[in-house]
């Protein structure tokens, strides 16, 4: 049976799709790093209010996304996992989790964007995992891309993706 696109915006993630389209399942693509960030974000803040974001990482294919948010009470932290259908999971502790500095939203620049300029800086596609966040260190860094290449961590800096440097 078909059903008009425009009908059903929610399902298609925000895209517009003009026409007909056969199935559903047709129109359904994967998330992007950030549209499940986003899923994540917004799950996040139904635990509580005061949901912060610590961390979002996910294996090269962006298959899935694990985030960490720093929460509230009994809620201390949130795990969060979503999957690039747009399936949820949360788990709570309730104990603080220590190892970030909160990411404030807007995010400068996109998870593509940042491995345009790993690239551009030389480095392999060959990445396994990629991780936003902004370690706690001597130094205060903005949010950080953070890929694993070939067993180094190199950061690229979400402001504008012009500092590329290796994390030791």
Same mark, same amino acid.
């Given at each position: 049976?078909?059903?008009?696109?425009?009908?059903?915006?929610?399902?298609?993630?925000?895209?517009?799709?003009?026409?007909?389209?056969?199935?559903?399942?047709?129109?359904?693509?994967?998330?992007?790093?950030?549209?499940?960030?986003?899923?994540?974000?917004?799950?996040?803040?139904?635990?509580?209010?005061?949901?912060?974001?610590?961390?979002?990482?996910?294996? =090269?294919?962006?298959?899935?996304? =694990?985030?960490?948010?720093?929460?509230?009470?009994?809620?201390?932290?949130?795990?969060?996992?979503?999957?690039?259908?747009?399936?949820?999971?949360?788990?709570?502790?309730?104990?603080?989790?220590?190892?970030?500095?909160?990411? =404030?939203?807007?995010?400068?620049?996109?998870?593509?964007?940042?491995?345009?300029?790993?690239?551009?800086?030389?480095?392999?596609?060959?990445?396994?995992?990629?991780?936003?966040?902004?370690?706690?260190?001597?130094?205060?860094?903005?949010?950080?891309?953070?890929?694993?290449?070939?067993?180094?961590?190199?950061?690229?800096?979400?402001?504008?993706?012009?500092?590329?440097?290796?994390?030791?």
């Amino acid at each position: 049976m078909k059903t008009i696109c425009k009908l059903i915006n929610k399902i298609t993630f925000g895209k517009v799709c003009f026409g007909w389209c056969e199935t559903k399942e047709k129109i359904m693509e994967k998330l992007t790093f950030e549209e499940m960030l986003q899923k994540c974000w917004e799950t996040s803040l139904g635990v509580t209010k005061l949901a912060k974001l610590y961390q979002a990482s996910t294996p =090269h294919g962006l298959n899935f996304m =694990h985030c960490v948010f720093r929460g509230a009470g009994e809620y201390a932290t949130i795990l969060v996992n979503c999957t690039s259908e747009g399936k949820i999971s949360v788990q709570t502790v309730d104990s603080p989790y220590l190892d970030d500095n909160v990411i =404030h939203p807007p995010i400068q620049m996109t998870q593509a964007e940042s491995e345009q300029c790993l690239l551009k800086a030389g480095y392999s596609d060959k990445w396994s995992v990629v991780v936003l966040r902004s370690p706690l260190y001597k130094v205060i860094y903005p949010p950080l891309y953070i890929y694993t290449v070939d067993g180094k961590y190199i950061a690229v800096d979400s402001t504008n993706g012009d500092n590329v440097f290796e994390l030791y």
